[in-house]
């Protein structure tokens, strides 16, 4: 479940921003959105894909 919810963010990432795949594959898996993502506890793996892409956007637009 987390291994497809990832590949979406990673697609969304790429399209979204025209970047490279390592580049989109760097900003994810270095978030505190994909850490929460693989705590079971937050309940994060269980929401689609297109909300976890929205919580690292915000997460992305904070950091600028």
Excluded: H, P
């Excluded at 963010?9 to 580049?23: F, G, N, P, T």
């Excluded at 079971?40 to 950091?63: C, D, F, M, P, W």
């Amino acid at each position: 479940m987390i291994e497809y919810t990832t590949q979406e963010v990673i697609a969304y990432l790429m399209e979204d921003k025209e970047i490279m795949m390592e580049q989109a594959m760097e900003q994810f898996y270095t978030s505190d959105t994909f850490e929460k993502l693989c705590d079971v506890r937050t309940g994060y793996y269980l929401e689609g894909s297109a909300y976890i892409y929205e919580l690292l956007k915000k997460e992305l637009q904070n950091k600028k």
